[in-house]
């Protein structure tokens, strides 16, 4: 087996767990079980939130490699696929050949619901959570739309904004404003369900859960750097709805 | 009024799932796990358990749940975690804090803020219990087969 191949391999599979929001841990046992598998000596794997490395020993020389990755989604379903792909290659039903061609076709995949779609369940994830948090059924569908705003700005503003942060806090702005209106039009609604809604698309859920799993499976570095991450988006939203609530003032 | 806040629960988490694109197969059962965790924290209060303690059970039975799903459906149990928690999440309660800092009442507002980030240390720790929990079954059961080996 060629240790070129074998490392190709493990760092594809490394960097599509990392670049569509998976947990730190998972990343370095899957590269350190494929290498492991393919037959290689003397695995280290180490991964932080924006680069993987890798070394192992074949036949008596050592391979290191490293690589960056500079960009993050959410895509949890690539995440699954490559874990599969793993596991039935550690488990010796396909070749190595066999798995690096399934991890590149798994790397070119397209989002598996379309953006419209995306669009349409952060709306209804804002419009019922504004209802759990207390409103009536006259506020779902401002909360609605007002969450349908934050996402559009989000999903517009990043091609052109390089700033994860700013973009999110001017979603944010753009949500609040786009309550305030519905509330100046229309008096009977209550602001502050709708605000609370319409944040909800960037709630850094998955930021915080993979901090903690990374937290907990001893990956210091990579747990807190996470969780500064959801801090950050945090305080880029409050900083945005206390400007909103200034205007209501 | 119960009945109405699970299918919300279970529409928003549903929902969520599909933001963090999971496969088509852990949809429901990501709402599922959002959905029995509302019904955790709603049921709770009734037994005179504070805020603190219900977040902390329901998301630790969130996190169990989604770590019990994941061995059934053979998918990392993030994708249920995620949509899980959203319910629990305490969103009026920083926004209260947010409009006591904006109207100048700053004692209100940190009270508010110190109780948001205890409600979202809650939800941490109930999932860091779910987790560990899991863990230790784990390692119970290889270490009994590597006994058992020996």
Same mark, same amino acid.
């Given at each position: ?55 192992? =020993? ?12 500079? @960009?993050?989604?959410?895509? /949890?379903?690539?995440?699954? /696929?490559?874990?599969? @792909?793993? =596991?039935? *290659? @550690? ?9 690096? =061609? ?15 779609? $995306? ?22 569908? !401002? ?15 990043? $091609? *052109? ?19 305030? /209106? ?18 909800? !698309?960037? *709630? ?27 801090? /950050?988006?945090?305080?880029? @939203? ?12 | ?25 852990? &949809? ?29 059970? %329901? ?6 749940? %989604? ?9 990392? %149990? ?13 969103? %009026? ?21 110190? +109780? ?6 809650? &939800? ?11 863990? &230790?079954? +784990? ?5 009994? +087969? ?5």
């Amino acid at each position: 087996m060629s240790s070129d191949l074998v490392m190709d391999t493990c760092l594809l599979a490394g960097a599509i767990i990392l670049k569509n929001g998976g947990e730190t841990y998972r990343t370095e046992e899957t590269m350190a079980r494929i290498a492991q598998a393919a037959g290689m000596d003397d695995v280290n794997s180490s991964a932080t939130p924006t680069s993987i490395i890798l070394s192992f =020993r074949c036949k008596g020389l050592d391979h290191t490699r490293m690589v960056r990755t500079p @960009v993050r989604t959410t895509n /949890l379903n690539k995440i699954t /696929l490559v874990n599969d @792909v793993s =596991r039935r *290659f @550690v488990g010796g039903s396909i070749t190595l050949e066999q798995a690096y =061609r399934t991890l590149c076709e798994i790397d070119q995949k397209k989002p598996l619901y379309p953006k419209w779609m $995306q669009h349409m369940a952060a709306a209804i994830a804002s419009g019922s959570f504004s209802m759990l948090a207390g409103g009536t059924w006259y506020d779902l569908l !401002p909360a609605a739309l007002a969450g349908l705003t934050v996402t559009l700005s989000l999903e517009y503003l990043e $091609q *052109f904004v390089r700033m994860k942060f700013f973009t999110e806090f001017s979603a944010a702005l753009l949500g609040g404003l786009f309550a305030l /209106l519905a509330v100046t039009v229309f008096p009977e609604l209550h602001i502050s369900i709708i605000i609370i809604g319409a944040m909800l !698309p960037m *709630f850094p859920g998955i930021a915080i859960t993979n901090s903690l799993r990374d937290l907990m499976a001893g990956d210091l570095v990579a747990g807190v750097s996470r969780g500064v991450e959801a801090m /950050l988006t945090a305080v880029s @939203v409050a900083v945005a709805t206390a400007i909103i609530l200034w205007f209501t003032r | 009024m119960l009945l109405k806040g699970l299918a919300l629960s279970l529409a928003s988490s549903m929902a969520w799932c599909i933001l963090f694109n999971v496969p088509v197969r852990t &949809i429901f059962a990501g709402g599922v796990a959002g959905m029995v965790g509302f019904l955790v924290y709603s049921l709770l209060p009734l037994l005179n358990a504070e805020v603190l303690l219900s977040t902390f059970v %329901s998301a630790a039975i969130v996190s169990l749940l %989604s770590q019990v799903m994941s061995i059934y459906l053979r998918v990392p %149990s993030t994708n249920f975690s995620v949509a899980g928690i959203i319910p629990l999440v305490p969103g %009026s309660m920083a926004y209260k804090s947010m409009l006591a800092f904006v109207n100048d009442d700053y004692v209100a507002g940190i009270t508010l803020a110190t +109780k948001t980030l205890m409600v979202a240390g809650a &939800i941490a720790s109930g999932l860091i219990f779910g987790i560990s929990v899991v863990t &230790i079954v +784990k390692g119970a059961r290889h270490a009994g +087969k590597r006994a058992q080996r020996n």
